[in-house]
């Protein structure tokens, strides 16, 4: 049986934190930034943790 292959985007994209969830960077802060405010714009520069919902999925495209 061959080894199971990781998503290469999505192990690039997704952390591992030492308690077992999974670190993510927040969308929506690529281009038109200038409609967006500066305050909206601070708050996606902070990193956050992939939801419940998803964990499952992240950790079998990141096999970790």
Known sequence: MPKMKSNRGASKSFKKTA???F???KAYK????TSKTTKRKR???KGTLVS???QKR???M???
């Open 58 to 60: 992240v950790r079998i």
């Open 23 to 25: 670190k993510r960077k």
């Open 30 to 33: 690529s281009h038109i930034l």
């Open 62 to 64: 990141v096999q970790k």
């Open 43 to 45: 708050s996606l520069r």
């Open 52 to 54: 419940d919902a998803e």
């Open 19 to 21: 308690s077992g969830s």
